[in-house]
């Protein structure tokens, strides 16, 4: 397919793209401790302009030390020191023909007392964030004023570095947003209380910028087309500021919606469709002239394309997607869009931030780690590798060892590929994981990986191969605790659920087990009309799961009117009853039911026979995803992926 209107140029202010697409800021922690642009957020960003992007709006980027850091490892405009390694920034990025923007940031009161040193953060009233739970301290209006310039100051460090516009942070809840929405600016002095009070801040930051920088220095804002939360910005107050804007100068528009407190309207998971969104977009643009860019969890060329058809929107926000494969605009343009590897919006890669890591990708094992892992080594010369197993883990690591020239057969026992994938595509709001079992397995094909399903190999048919490495993908054990009754008709795996091996309807069940696949078997069952009980024994439902993907979830499972208890630890099934025990007061209960789903985890299988005769037989044997170390997709893929990269 021709994406006539993607691949259409543009301009935003006085600087000219090469096409539509954009890549938005999203946090990375791939900056120095000192907010220096790394080699590895320097090569991160340049293999994104490799790959075809038009335009790179860099992670949030820190304007203060003292009340505003967004993340600990974090890019930096704050003095001299860090317009050097911008510099570089920009050179990489600029070889390619993509231009960059530096988004400026300060997350106000969507911060942590921890990141500043012990400071109280600050807002501009002092309106506790719930998802924070830490009460800000309200500015002075001279500390405002200072914020104002230091705003400008890091505007005039991205210029001098040769970086080619800015964009102001205004959306999401952070400190500019704050000042916006009328839920978080409760503010008495002239900045807050009117509309054009409460626009003051964002105002002063912009004319401030248009007096140093002059007018050929594009500038953005990004706002919320609707905060989702009550009280504060609606899509009609959006409109207004849009306008408004526009009005004072500004070069583009970047429309996203949502807060920390709207929970998952700002990186939505997997239920959420390509353009739900998109009437945000669409009303803005409707009223102004400016440049428009929309983020609406786009994943694929012909729905960005569509977009831009039907005027929605003058840019398109390609974000996770650009993480997931660098190369999407380039494969797109050359109509190889059956090897993008498919975001699958999982939020590994926010989750990581979350919990004080770098950013990392589930199907994407290189993000972050571009200069460790550049290019593969074709010195396979022909040797057979025999992988066993076409989950994730096998099906990666024969993607990796093929490119290296390695002559690859993968035996999978089933007829069909994806292993846990395949089985986590089943429940609702979950089809699109197929999408990326047929990214990879056309990966594989392409690559002349000789793919045998339907079939468990003999030690005897893997010597006839004569493999110079065996790597064993078969996945884990399901852990089955040996209790009364456990082995009745009535009791089933998860797994076996989800493998469509029962189907029942208007039943009575209990799935015991609240991590994640037992929380999907669950609304899987519930959709049948099934009534559901969720009994875990830890204190919360949930365990382990982000906590944005819990919320997504059980938001759902609660419309189902399933019931989700914790506390509440299995001893024994008899007679149509899980007897479990209440782990508070040890008070030992009766749950009538006619079914028991058990979703009790897996564990790995490094000590069974079939694995202990590979090792007896075979030299260079690999042991990957599940089958070691239990996990995430994105365990699966990284293991499958560094064991096949680093094979000697």
Same mark, same amino acid.
């Given at each position: 397919?021709?994406?006539?209107?993607?691949?259409?140029?543009?301009?935003?202010?006085?600087?000219?793209?090469?096409?539509?697409?954009?890549?938005?800021?999203?946090?990375?922690?791939?900056?120095?401790?000192?907010?220096?642009?790394?080699?590895?957020?320097?090569?991160?960003?340049?293999?994104?302009?490799?790959?075809?992007?038009?335009?790179?709006?860099?992670?949030?980027?820190?304007?203060?030390?003292?009340?505003?850091?967004?993340?600990?490892?974090?890019?930096?405009?704050?003095?001299?020191?860090?317009?050097?390694?911008?510099?570089?920034?920009?050179?990489?990025?600029?070889?390619?023909?993509?231009?960059?923007?530096?988004?400026?940031?300060?997350?106000?009161?969507?911060?942590?007392?921890?990141?500043?040193?012990?400071?109280?953060?600050?807002?501009?009233?002092?309106?506790?964030?719930?998802?924070?739970?830490?009460?800000?301290?309200?500015?002075?209006?001279?500390?405002?004023?200072?914020?104002?310039?230091?705003?400008?100051?890091?505007?005039?460090?991205?210029?001098?570095?040769?970086?080619?516009?800015?964009?102001?942070?205004?959306?999401?809840?952070?400190?500019?947003?704050?000042?916006?929405?009328?839920?978080?600016?409760?503010?008495?002095?002239?900045?807050?209380?009117?509309?054009?009070?409460?626009?003051?801040?964002?105002?002063?930051?912009?004319?401030?910028?248009?007096?140093?920088?002059?007018?050929?220095?594009?500038?953005?804002?990004?706002?919320?087309?609707?905060?989702?939360?009550?009280?504060?910005?609606?899509?009609?107050?959006?409109?207004?500021?849009?306008?408004?804007?526009?009005?004072?100068?500004?070069? =583009?528009?970047?429309?996203?919606?949502?807060?920390?407190?709207?929970?998952?309207?700002?990186?939505?998971?997997?239920?959420?469709?390509?353009?739900?969104?998109?009437?945000?977009?669409?009303?803005?643009?409707?009223?102004?002239?400016?440049?428009?860019?929309?983020?609406?969890?786009?994943?694929?060329?012909?729905?960005?394309?569509?977009?831009?058809?039907?005027?929605?929107?003058?840019?398109?926000?390609?974000?996770?997607?650009?993480?997931?494969?660098?190369?999407?605009?380039?494969?797109?343009?050359?109509?190889?869009?059956?090897?993008?590897?498919?975001?699958?919006?999982?939020?590994?890669?926010?989750?990581?931030?979350?919990?004080?890591?770098?950013?990392?990708?589930?199907?994407?094992?290189?993000?972050?780690?571009?200069?460790?892992?550049?290019?593969?080594?074709?010195?396979?010369?022909?040797?057979?590798?025999?992988?066993?197993?076409?989950?994730?883990?096998?099906?990666?690591? =024969?993607?990796?060892?093929?490119?290296?020239?390695?002559?690859?057969?993968?035996?999978?026992?089933?007829?069909?590929?994806?292993?846990?994938?395949?089985?986590?595509?089943?429940?609702?709001?979950?089809?699109?994981?197929?999408?990326?079992?047929?990214?990879?397995?056309?990966?594989?094909?392409?690559?002349?990986?000789?793919?045998?399903?339907?079939?468990?190999?003999?030690?005897?048919?893997?010597?006839?191969?004569?493999?110079?490495?065996?790597?064993?993908?078969?996945?884990?054990?399901?852990?089955?605790?040996?209790?009364?009754?456990?082995?009745?008709?009535?009791?089933?795996?998860?797994?076996?659920?989800?493998?469509?091996?029962?189907?029942?309807?208007?039943?009575?069940?209990?799935?015991?087990?609240?991590?994640?696949?037992?929380?999907?078997?669950?609304?899987?069952?519930?959709?049948?009309?099934?009534?559901?009980?969720?009994?875990?024994?830890?204190?919360?439902?949930?365990?382990?799961?982000?906590?944005?993907?819990?919320?997504?979830?059980?938001?759902?499972?609660?419309?189902?009117?399933?019931?989700?208890?914790?506390?509440?630890?299995?001893?024994?099934?008899?007679?149509?009853?899980?007897?479990?025990?209440?782990?508070?007061?040890?008070?030992?209960?009766?749950?009538?039911?006619?079914?028991?789903?058990?979703?009790?985890?897996?564990?790995?299988?490094?000590?069974?026979?079939?694995?202990?005769?590979?090792?007896?037989?075979?030299?260079?044997?690999?042991?990957?995803?599940?089958?070691?170390?239990?996990?995430?997709?994105?365990?699966?893929?990284?293991?499958?992926?560094?064991?096949?990269?680093?094979?000697?």
């Amino acid at each position: 397919m021709e994406y006539k209107n993607l691949f259409e140029k543009g301009s935003i202010g006085k600087v000219n793209l090469k096409n539509r697409i954009v890549m938005p800021a999203m946090g990375t922690s791939l900056a120095t401790s000192t907010g220096e642009a790394s080699d590895e957020i320097i090569r991160y960003y340049e293999e994104r302009a490799e790959g075809g992007c038009g335009l790179i709006i860099t992670e949030i980027t820190r304007i203060d030390n003292e009340t505003g850091v967004g993340l600990p490892n974090q890019l930096c405009a704050i003095e001299a020191k860090h317009i050097p390694r911008l510099e570089k920034l920009a050179r990489a990025v600029h070889r390619h023909g993509t231009k960059i923007f530096l988004q400026l940031h300060h997350p106000g009161r969507q911060s942590y007392s921890r990141l500043i040193e012990g400071r109280q953060i600050v807002a501009p009233s002092p309106i506790t964030c719930k998802t924070v739970g830490e009460k800000p301290r309200e500015m002075t209006t001279e500390e405002v004023e200072g914020l104002v310039k230091k705003f400008v100051i890091g505007a005039k460090i991205a210029q001098t570095a040769g970086i080619d516009g800015i964009e102001l942070h205004g959306a999401h809840g952070y400190l500019i947003g704050q000042f916006l929405s009328p839920l978080t600016n409760r503010r008495t002095d002239k900045y807050g209380g009117s509309f054009n009070n409460r626009m003051r801040f964002v105002t002063e930051i912009i004319l401030g910028i248009r007096h140093i920088c002059g007018p050929n220095f594009p500038i953005s804002v990004r706002i919320d087309g609707d905060e989702f939360v009550e009280g504060g910005i609606t899509h009609e107050e959006a409109i207004k500021m849009a306008r408004y804007l526009e009005s004072i100068g500004i070069d =583009a528009i970047n429309v996203s919606s949502g807060t920390y407190e709207s929970g998952i309207t700002i990186i939505e998971p997997i239920s959420y469709k390509e353009g739900w969104k998109k009437h945000l977009a669409q009303g803005i643009k409707d009223n102004v002239k400016i440049p428009v860019i929309a983020c609406d969890a786009i994943k694929t060329p012909e729905f960005a394309e569509k977009l831009l058809e039907e005027g929605n929107c003058d840019f398109i926000a390609l974000g996770r997607a650009q993480l997931a494969d660098s190369k999407w605009a380039k494969k797109a343009k050359e109509g190889r869009e059956k090897e993008i590897r498919p975001c699958i919006a999982c939020l590994h890669c926010i989750e990581q931030l979350m919990n004080g890591k770098t950013v990392e990708c589930a199907v994407n094992p290189r993000l972050g780690y571009e200069n460790e892992y550049s290019d593969y080594r074709k010195n396979g010369e022909g040797r057979t590798i025999v992988v066993i197993g076409g989950g994730p883990a096998g099906m990666e690591a =024969a993607r990796v060892l093929a490119e290296r020239e390695f002559k690859v057969v993968l035996f999978e026992k089933k007829n069909n590929l994806g292993g846990s994938v395949y089985l986590g595509s089943k429940p609702p709001c979950k089809e699109r994981l197929q999408n990326l079992i047929d990214n990879m397995e056309y990966q594989m094909r392409q690559l002349g990986v000789d793919i045998r399903l339907g079939s468990s190999p003999t030690i005897e048919e893997i010597k006839a191969l004569n493999p110079y490495s065996v790597f064993i993908a078969i996945g884990g054990k399901n852990i089955v605790p040996e209790l009364p009754g456990i082995h009745g008709e009535n009791v089933v795996l998860a797994t076996n659920v989800l493998d469509k091996e029962m189907d029942v309807k208007n039943k009575k069940i209990v799935v015991v087990g609240s991590g994640m696949t037992g929380l999907e078997t669950a609304e899987y069952l519930a959709e049948k009309g099934n009534k559901v009980k969720v009994v875990e024994m830890l204190n919360e439902i949930g365990p382990g799961v982000y906590r944005s993907v819990l919320y997504d979830i059980t938001t759902r499972l609660e419309k189902y009117g399933v019931k989700m208890i914790p506390c509440r630890k299995l001893v024994g099934i008899d007679n149509g009853k899980v007897n479990v025990l209440n782990t508070n007061n040890n008070e030992k209960i009766a749950i009538e039911t006619d079914y028991v789903v058990l979703s009790l985890g897996v564990t790995s299988v490094e000590n069974n026979e079939f694995v202990k005769d590979i090792q007896n037989n075979f030299n260079n044997v690999m042991i990957l995803g599940d089958a070691t170390k239990p996990g995430k997709i994105s365990n699966a893929t990284q293991t499958g992926f560094d064991l096949a990269y680093t094979l000697e």
